[in-house]
């Protein structure tokens, strides 16, 4: 085969063939780029440090999210990371980097406070005692953070005397170190000792950039003392100055949802996910603030949303359950009541919403069950149970189980008319306090800022004291 190469076209061919050649070399340049992604780990990480400085914590974690696509051994962007994830409440996440951040050489002195945050926050007080209780840093600042910690664990677990013991070394660490301090007003408050308590807040106060801690500790202190609108003011004023303060956006919305400010409410609900879009606490609040408004449907949604993430949170089963009361679904009611109780037996009013509830699906010897440890008990409360409430209870138990006992259809059912049929006013009163008191009492109860931690919490684990109080970390 004969191959004739026409001079004139070869000549025309060859400034497109340089023009080819050329683009190849740009695009081979432009893939390296985009392979090398224009900036190092190094690079990358710096940038993140001048968004954090500038209170731009979005931007700093996507430059830490590059760099860590980049070199996933960058201990200090592992580090970095976790300590925006702990200010997120993010704890799960922030255990995660900053134990890797550890295991990669990030001096301990900055990563064991923080880890030891992210493990309390966690629901991880036990660990973090076991692992690191012992544990002496070479800084004094990085000793007190530490210590601060470990003693807000051991009062989490119920120890105040060794927490007390914690403090006291964060303080001999680094004297009016504030976080330490106001451990230790938590544990006078806790004895009883408000004023003393509020001494010591009051002087925290007084120092140099005082963290939000104290605020907000000063505000629980004036609720404890029924001053809710002086408490209201400082709140207000806690999230005006430290808006990313996620804790005191939580105490905001309590204390309005107890005042019946359910529109002020909803706005500190925005402002929650301005600082956390999926945080839910913030769930739990729409589905309390919707259920006050009579909104069941959107009530129910929201407490969903709670119960997907912590299947066991106390508040939101209860809530759950009274919100199924209320519209008529008594079996999906009982059931969360039921698996309320599981989780803190001998709540009062897990029990006197779950006899309601058996009162109304008919079958009111399953409600006498419920209510009898009460009454064993003799619970004090303004919702106890009268004691011609009680005698109508033990009688109508007595005459359902002799009526009963005879065995024959005529019989059972003259039992089951006489037990289903209790006074109109004992009915009425005995439901009128439990709905109210659960959409007011857990929105006002000191106790429910637990319950809001952990919802956070990888693990969930319920704790064996409702009444337990735990101090945030600072963001």
Not at 141 to 165: F, H, V
Not at 195 to 200: M, V
Not at 276 to 284: G, I
Request: aromatic content about 6%; some cysteine; overall charge positive.
């Amino acid at each position: 085969m004969n191959i004739q190469i026409n001079e004139g076209d070869t000549t025309m061919k060859q400034p497109m063939r340089n023009i080819l050649v050329k683009l190849g070399v740009v695009a081979g340049f432009c893939v390296l780029l985009a392979s090398c992604g224009g900036d190092s780990p190094e690079s990358l990480v710096k940038s993140a440090r001048d968004y954090l400085a500038k209170g731009d914590s979005s931007a700093a974690v996507i430059q830490l999210r590059n760099a860590l696509q980049k070199s996933s051994n960058n201990a200090e962007a592992r580090y970095l990371l976790g300590t925006i994830l702990v200010e997120r409440r993010d704890s799960a996440g922030a255990v995660k980097e900053l134990r890797m951040a550890l295991q990669l050489g990030y001096p301990p002195e900055q990563t064991l406070p923080a880890l030891a945050r992210a493990l309390i926050d966690d629901g991880d007080a036990k660990e973090l005692v076991s692992e690191f209780g012992g544990t002496n840093l070479g800084s004094a600042d990085a000793q007190a953070a530490l210590k601060t910690t470990i003693g807000d664990a051991l009062r989490s677990l119920g120890k105040p005397k060794e927490a007390e013991a914690a403090f006291n070394a964060a303080l001999a660490a680094k004297a009016d170190f504030a976080p330490a301090l106001l451990g230790v007003a938590t544990l006078r408050a806790a004895d009883g000792n408000i004023q003393e308590a509020k001494k010591i807040v009051d002087n925290v106060l007084t120092q140099p950039n005082a963290p939000p801690e104290a605020s907000l500790l000063k505000a629980r202190l004036l609720i404890v003392e029924n001053q809710r609108e002086e408490a209201l003011a400082v709140l207000q004023k806690t999230v005006e100055a430290k808006p990313n303060y996620l804790p005191a956006h939580y105490e905001l919305v309590s204390l309005l949802i107890g005042k019946g400010n359910l529109d002020l409410a909803s706005t500190q609900v925005g402002a929650i996910r301005k600082v956390s879009k999926q945080d839910v606490r913030a769930y739990y609040f729409d589905a309390l603030i919707a259920s006050q408004r009579g909104n069941l449907p959107a009530a129910r949604e929201a407490i969903q949303q709670v119960l997907k993430v912590s299947p066991q949170h106390l508040p939101s089963l209860l809530l759950a359950g009274e919100v199924e009361f209320r519209a008529g679904q008594f079996n999906q009611a009982q059931d969360y009541l039921r698996r309320a109780l599981n989780t803190s037996p001998g709540l009062p009013y897990a029990e006197r919403l779950l006899a309601a509830t058996y009162l109304r699906m008919g079958i009111p010897a399953r409600a006498v069950e419920v209510l009898q440890p009460q009454l064993n008990r003799g619970s004090p409360g303004p919702h106890n149970i009268s004691r011609r409430r009680q005698r109508w209870i033990r009688r109508t138990r007595l005459r359902g189980c002799d009526w009963a006992r005879c065995g024959s259809p005529k019989a059972t059912s003259r039992a089951r008319f006489a037990i289903s049929r209790p006074p109109q006013r004992w009915t009425r009163t005995f439901l009128r306090p439990t709905s109210r008191s659960l959409r007011t009492s857990f929105a006002r109860n000191s106790s429910i800022r637990h319950w809001l931690r952990l919802l956070g919490s990888r693990r969930n684990r319920p704790t064996t004291r409702w009444y337990t109080t735990s101090r945030e970390s600072s963001t």
